[in-house]
């Protein structure tokens, strides 16, 4: 069986060296300002592309909306 991983409550399958990049990559999603938590931790910008997730992870992935 598959290994898994949720993100935004939406089960997906794991990949071997899956990061947060990929994970992106693999949900469409391309806003550019977001918020990534992975088991309740904060995870920078600038560490979406080394970040490896594990199996089983729970992500969250917040969009900012800004204005005026």
Same mark, same amino acid.
């Given at each position: 069986?598959?290994?898994?991983?949720?993100?935004?409550?939406?089960?997906? &399958?794991?990949?071997?060296?899956?990061?947060?990049?990929?994970?992106?990559?693999? *949900?469409? #999603?391309?806003?550019? *300002?977001?918020?990534?938590?992975v088991?309740?931790?904060?995870?920078?910008?600038? &560490? #979406?592309?080394?970040?490896?997730?594990?199996? /089983?992870?729970?992500?969250?992935?917040? /969009?900012?909306?800004?204005?005026?």
């Open positions: 069986m598959k290994k898994k991983i949720t993100v935004n409550k939406q089960e997906i &399958d794991w990949e071997e060296n899956m990061t947060i990049t990929r994970i992106l990559e693999v *949900m469409n #999603y391309t806003f550019k *300002m977001l918020v990534v938590k088991d309740g931790k904060l995870i920078k910008k600038q &560490d #979406y592309d080394r970040f490896v997730v594990s199996a /089983h992870a729970d992500v969250k992935v917040i /969009h900012l909306i800004s204005g005026g």
